[in-house]
């Protein structure tokens, strides 16, 4: 009889303990920051400003390296990211710059070119939404940064990955105007395998009293309004960078 009731104590005790829960998963892994770690994308690229007859297209390999931890200005805990390109396969690497990053309870830094992005925020859920320019002094650009995908397979022809996250940082369409466009994918455990970013004004005949050189690229007897904007860029960029090799060195 009394090994029964010690035995029912034991069972209610081990009921009333607190049960042991999993660790969230912030998705902290969209972002790793690892010395060593490496990723070679293709890039493509454009820019046009009409005005002055500039047409520059660009076709470069470019490599990303996470160096070494330091402590930035900020006191942070910060990687050093080293950023290589060339021309293509066979020509050597040459250093172009240097950025950095580092990663808060619930926020993913990157400096790039001295201007500071929160490229991500923790944890990572589809839907949610942040200013990307939070800590940066732009005003001009209305960057409602925001998860439009989270654990997705992605393919660019190249590479498949199995846990993709997909941020929207900008879109202005169906502006006659302008054409402002803005994505980044992160893969767990490896971190950017896809970019692109457009930024493009069009031309337009809508003043008879003021010329533009670049009026002159337009169809003729066709109103610039029906002519899609793609189609009669005035000033404009392209950029579109797709991982190709990632790894350790």
């Known amino acids: 009889m009394k090994n029964w009731l010690w035995i029912g104590i034991v ?18 892994n969209y972002f790793p920051l ?9 890039v493509d690229s454009f820019y046009i400003d009409c005005q002055f007859n500039i047409y520059d297209t660009l076709n470069f390999q470019l490599k990303e390296k ?11 805990l910060s ?3 080293e950023r290589f390109v060339r021309n293509n396969p066979s020509s050597s690497w040459q250093i172009r710059d240097v950025w950095w990053a580092y990663v808060l309870p619930t926020q993913a830094i990157k400096v790039e ?13 589809n839907g949610k939404r942040w200013d990307g320019n939070a800590f940066n002094s ?19 022809g190249m590479l498949q990955f199995d846990s993709v996250a997909t941020v929207l940082q900008q879109q202005v369409e169906g502006n006659l105007l302008l054409y402002k466009y803005q994505l980044e994918k992160y893969a767990r455990g490896i971190g950017l395998v896809y970019q692109i970013k457009i930024n493009v ?13 670049c009026e002159e690229k337009l169809p003729p007897d066709v109103l610039w309004t029906q002519v899609p904007i793609m189609q009669r860029i ?3 960029s392209y950029w579109e960078q797709k991982i190709i090799d990632y790894g350790m060195e």
Not at 34 to 42: E, F, L, S, T, V
Not at 139 to 155: A, I
Request: aromatic share 14%; glycine share 6%; proline share 6%.
């Open 138 to 156: 732009i005003t001009d650009w209305n960057f409602d940064y925001r998860y439009t995908g989270v654990d997705e397979t992605y393919s660019n």
């Open 34 to 42: 690892q010395p060593g770690m490496y990723a070679i994308y293709d």
């Open 234 to 236: 005035k000033l404009g």
């Open 66 to 76: 996470l160096d070494t931890f330091f402590i930035d200005a900020s006191g942070h």
């Open 113 to 125: 070119e001295n201007m500071k992005y929160v490229k991500l925020i923790f944890p990572v859920l």
């Open 11 to 28: 069972a209610v005790l081990l009921s009333c303990e607190k049960k042991t829960e999993e660790p969230a998963d912030m998705g902290y």
């Open 201 to 213: 004004e069009g031309i337009t005949n809508s003043n008879p009293n003021q010329y533009d050189p």
């Open 79 to 81: 990687m050093r990211i």
